[in-house]
């Protein structure tokens, strides 16, 4: 935007005010900011006009009035600072019937502003022009239309596959193909790392506090260091400033395992350019189209871990990797880490609702970290030489008999959800001929009705159906999907000789504690493993697997040993 430092007389004093849009270039080049420059010089200066102030919109709609370089000039004429308002054409001011036509039948005279449209031979100095509204009203129909047949394209392109957004943090696009993405090695790192130390146990604040520290780029900021423009204006904070809830937004897209989600969001109307939420079952989910950062496995566990409560930690600061995985047998409680006060290196965990601690629960399910530390370790052993030993009996027991029908019947929904989405392109092709065809006067008002309702009818059952059929295949293919992520899971830990808390948190769900027990005359503790997305796994007795034999002296004279369920 230029504007003379001097001041001229408001009568000399012409406002010309540019607007491109997206839609606008289809237009061709007579459209181009920089022609529309020299047409409204050129012709404001031939209506004497010798103080020209420019106001432009570059890629901004029409649809909304809320543009910069408008609201501005608008502003400005308010302030009395023009005599004149010069557009190549009222599509220019606006697309909005009803925001144009306040403009030109009551801000412009309003305030005594002369209003030149070139294009459209419309000069409210030479009179008035009784077409003004029948153009505003086409210029809005034109919006509209446009509208209409970009959702469209943007159905059938979405539901091609083709990514619908920009590729999010840690990817490009190819610049052989815009249409597919590529890594980038350098933002995948912080990725990578953001999804290890999840893993290990890490919060969401805590992987921000330590990349800040590091100094690494906020994504935003990375993409400014490499020219790459992404929309949004963002607040101004330092480059390294990292929030929770981008990490938080980097561990919740799938994106990065390979696949395309489309559709995750939309807007009501083209008048209303808001992106809504759409539900999940909505979304068009395409797998392994691009090269995954994160393993499919990974990203499964972390899913599954951020539903959980914090890592409690001691008065000292201290947290165990057992916390926020333990539950109560008996009142489903969590269990809370402690240690002794007498002896530090006594940890245990006992249930926060214990009625002794002002709660409900009858015991204190008290058990100590470096028992649970051995019976854990040795059942993942017992369970990774079930996975080694026995394999087609591991898998069974992990996956069940059902699956081969499970997966016949996933085919069949496959091919069933296939013809109906053809059928749904084919409507909406045929819907776009009739409404062309109506346009032109080939189809009546009337036959296009009755038409347009035929197929919107069909369309909304399909969309039924196809809502339903992508709802069920997913359930099934994520049932499918997480048990062979556990079965390779499992296999990579066949030779681990330590527990590690990445360990813990891709294999284990949860562990339910029950209170020790004295059974003639033994002290028994019970645990039961639920494992990651298949839950509790059961080895049979006649496999020579034997149980962890482990024990641990809880106080003087008193042993407790581990008893499985």
Partial sequence: MKQSNNKKSRDVTAFLYERLSRDDNL?????????????????????????????LDDGISGVTMDRSGFVEMIRQLEQGKAAAVFVKDLSRLGRNYIEVGRLTEEFFPDHD????????????????????????????????D???????????????????????????KDPNDPKHWIVDDEAAQVVRRVYSMTLEGFGTEQIAAQLEKDDVLTPRAYWLTKGIKRPGKGKQQPPTKWNSSTIT??????????????????????????????????????????????????????????????????????HNMFSGLLVCADCGSNLHFHFNQGNPEIKYFNCSNY??????????????????EEVVLGEIRRLTKFASLYENEFVKAVIGHSQQA???????????????????????G???????????????????AKMSRRYEDEQKELSEKI??????????????????????????????RKLTPRMLNELIEKIEVFNAEKIDGVWEQRLRIHYNCVGTIEIPTVLPLPIPEVSVNTRKGVVVNYAPL
């Fill in 27 to 55: 237009e061709g080049e007579s459209y181009s900011i920089g022609n529309q420059k020299k047409l409204l010089a050129k012709v404001a200066k031939e209506k004497g006009y010798t103080n020209l102030v420019h106001f």
């Fill in 113 to 144: 502003i002369r209003l030149v449209a070139v294009s459209d031979n419309i000069d409210t100095a030479e009179g008035e022009n009784e077409l003004a509204p029948i153009r505003n009203l086409f210029n809005e129909w034109y919006a509209r």
């Fill in 146 to 172: 446009i509208s209409k047949k970009r959702r469209i394209s943007n159905k059938i392109k979405g539901n091609a596959g083709e990514p619908m957004g920009q590729p999010p943090y840690g990817y490009i």
């Fill in 249 to 318: 937004k980097i561990l919740s897209l799938q994106e990065y395992c390979g696949d395309i989600l489309n559709f995750k969001t939309y807007s009501k109307s083209y008048k209303n350019k808001k992106r809504i939420d759409n539900d999940r079952e909505n979304w068009v989910v395409f797998q392994d189209v691009h090269e995954a950062i994160i393993e499919r496995a990974v990203y499964e566990q972390v899913q599954q871990k951020r539903g959980k409560i914090r890592k409690r930690r001691t008065n000292n600061g201290e």
């Fill in 355 to 372: 009625k002794g601690n002002r709660g409900t629960c009858t015991s204190t399910h008290y058990v100590r970290v470096d028992f649970l």
């Fill in 406 to 428: 499970e997966q016949t019947d996933r085919k069949l929904k496959e091919k069933e959800l296939k013809t109906l989405l053809a059928r749904d392109e084919e409507l909406d």
């Fill in 430 to 448: 045929l819907f776009e001929r009739i409404y062309e065809d109506n346009v032109s006067g080939k189809l009546s008002d009337d036959r296009f």
């Fill in 467 to 496: 809502k339903k059929l992508r709802s069920e295949i997913e359930k099934q293919s994520s049932r499918s999907m997480t048990t062979d992520m556990f079965i390779g899971l499992v296999r990579k830990y066949t030779r681990a």
